[in-house]
């Protein structure tokens, strides 16, 4: 009961200050100077929502937890994320996981990049095998999951090549978002008009320097924020490592739940790290797209 009256409070408080909004702007319209965005009404109506959806969130979880009986050990979390002693800071398992979960995700998006720009150049190409090596590439990535992919590469390949756990690992995300990101390399090749490569070869240069020279530079404009959330969705993906005794972010909090049996609140934790990472990267997308949108 209380969630609800808290959000009829809450929408009619959004909707009277959007109201008083909307007749300033009248007001403006009628002759006293021009209009201005109701950017203020905007934002505190966002700011609502999010009110609202964690009011939500939160009243679940208590409810959730009342429903079992469950003890909240909340004051026993902070030494698990990071402490301060004689020595100074020192990280704790949680932020221990959470570089080595940063760790694979660059080195996986070094390799999907490469795979991607690779699989791009193969659709691209004139001859026949390259394409539909490429095509078999995207096709048997993406219509099989993560999953099967990451346990083939570690129990049936790595016995016979001498991968470990990180390099299985780091394989497997490489050629699975290379798929997602090849596609969206393409995209940004066949953005650029026709003209800029009759112009190129019009200058004698061969297919090489057009796109090293030419056509690669426009089409980074196009494809960084698509490869930026590409990113994202790598660092989210990149928690089943954890099934191969990879000590990520998860494999971490799963060993101090085997400990301590703080079941909710670590794999809360867990949550809220990784909100803020991607929360962090998103925010980075969209300054990069507003900066490329503005300078084209």
């Known amino acids: 009961m209380a969630i609800c009256q808290f959000a009829r409070i809450m ?12 007749g300033k702007i009248k007001q403006a319209q009628e002759g006293h100077g021009p209009a201005k965005p109701a950017t203020g009404s905007a934002w505190f109506r966002d700011l609502v929502k999010f009110s609202m959806t964690a009011a939500i969130i939160i009243w679940l979880i208590h409810k959730g937890a009342g429903a079992i009986e469950y003890n909240w050990q909340w ?4 030494r698990y994320i990071a402490a301060l002693g004689d020595r100074g800071f020192v990280p704790g398992p949680l932020l221990e996981g959470l570089g ?4 694979v995700s660059l080195f996986s998006l070094v390799l999907s990049s490469l795979f991607g720009l690779v699989a791009a150049l193969c659709r691209l190409s004139n001859l026949l095998s390259l394409r539909a090596l490429a095509r078999l590439y995207l096709e048997l990535v993406r219509n099989t999951p993560l999953l099967v992919q990451l346990f083939f590469i570690y129990f049936v390949l790595s016995p016979a090549m001498g991968f470990s756990r990180f390099a299985a690992a780091v394989l497997t995300l490489g050629l699975f978002e290379g798929a997602y ?34 056509v690669l530079p426009q089409a980074l404009r196009v494809m960084l924020p698509p ?15 954890s099934t191969i005794a990879v000590y990520d972010l998860t494999m971490k909090g799963q060993e101090i739940m085997a400990e301590t049996y703080l079941v909710f609140e670590i794999w809360l934790a867990i949550a809220a790290i990784y909100l803020a990472v991607t929360l962090t990267l998103s925010m980075a997308t969209r300054a990069m797209e507003k900066k490329l949108s503005t300078n084209g």
């Open 227 to 241: 490869l930026t959330s590409q990113m994202i969705s790598l660092i989210k993906d990149s928690a089943l490592v």
């Open 11 to 22: 929408g009619k408080t959004a909707q009277q200050y959007g109201t008083n909004q909307e």
């Open 75 to 78: 004051y026993r979390i902070p």
């Open 100 to 103: 080595v979960t940063l760790k």
């Open 181 to 214: 990101a090849s596609e969206i390399i393409r995209a940004g090749i066949t953005a650029i008009p026709q003209g800029q490569w009759e112009a190129a070869f019009s200058l004698g240069m061969g297919r090489y320097h057009t796109y090293r020279h030419i």
